[in-house]
């Protein structure tokens, strides 16, 4: 697995850092082009749009140092939603066997993990970013398996979000999933969560390039899906990196056996636990 990663808050990622200086720099006084992560701020004020950014400075540079890397682990589905039928499994069953591999894996690092369910309960989609929103988490990853009609189909993928799941769904959700920042201005808050939002992507985009990297090692080359550009909505709102992984199709005949095996489920464990150390090394 990856080497133990440094315990480095997102928020001094040097790419968050990065987009909030071009945005800093910009002339508020020249008429330019809409920021698609700063427009929703009050009508384009030109003197909220400067606090805004003089603030977002001032989070970033006083932000808490050296708290431990935190993970947020969704097993897909759940109590009333079954998931896909497998050859052996459902599919929430098998979501919530490799989330608590996973787990245990990255404790074993010292990371801190909080999973969305131990148990064989229903939740929302939405109450499962509130909690990598609310800690607020350094990475979500939401592990799922695949299914198709004529239970041809096999391999493993990795989603992260369009950009209009970003842009446009991202934010009609943020309402509801703002992240906790003590003696933040609301509206300011708001835009924080927008920059992070923004900016996670290319983490989100290197976590899924990993996750298939990991998986292929294990898994084998023929079964590489790729990563993929999806409006999924159980990560639409989240301020982090995130991904879906569906880790194979659960009602294949061959794979969907192999899918139930302890074996089989170690090595998505490892390939996926591989994957977020990694990323937080970089982050």
Excluded at 68 to 86: E, I, W
Excluded at 107 to 116: A, F, H, P, Y
Excluded at 135 to 162: C, K, M, W
């Amino acid at each position: 697995m990856g080497a133990m990663p440094p315990a480095v808050r997102r928020a001094d990622n040097r790419k968050t850092v990065a987009l909030l200086g071009a945005s800093i720099k910009l002339r508020v006084g020249t008429r330019r082009r809409k920021l698609p992560l700063l427009e929703p701020l009050a009508d384009n004020s030109q003197v909220r749009f400067r606090l805004a950014c003089v603030l977002t400075s001032l989070w970033l540079a006083t932000a808490q140092a050296n708290p431990p890397a935190r993970v947020v682990l969704d097993a897909g589905h759940g109590g009333s939603n079954l998931g896909a039928q497998g050859v052996k499994l459902r599919e929430k069953q098998l979501t919530l066997l490799l989330a608590t591999e996973v787990a245990a894996r990255l404790r074993d690092k010292g990371i801190d993990v909080t999973m969305t369910r131990t148990a064989d309960r229903t939740l929302t989609l939405r109450q499962r970013v509130e909690v990598a929103n609310k800690l607020p988490a350094d990475v979500f990853v939401s592990i799922h398996a695949n299914a198709s009609p004529a239970r041809t189909q096999r391999g493993y993928e990795t989603f992260v979000l369009t950009v209009k799941g970003l842009d446009i769904d991202g934010r009609a959700l943020r309402s509801d999933t703002t992240t906790p920042r003590p003696n933040v201005d609301p509206d300011i808050a708001l835009v924080l969560d927008d920059v992070e939002r923004g900016a996670a992507q290319w983490e989100s985009a290197e976590l899924a390039a990993r996750m298939q990297k990991s998986l292929k090692a294990r898994r084998g080359a023929e079964g590489d899906r790729g990563v993929r550009q999806d409006a999924q909505h159980v990560l639409l709102g989240a301020t982090m990196p995130a991904v879906l992984v569906e880790v194979g199709f659960i009602d294949h005949p061959l794979e969907g056996k192999e899918l139930a095996e302890p074996r089989v489920q170690s090595q998505l464990a490892d390939a996926i636990a591989e994957a977020i150390e990694d990323q937080l090394v970089d982050q």
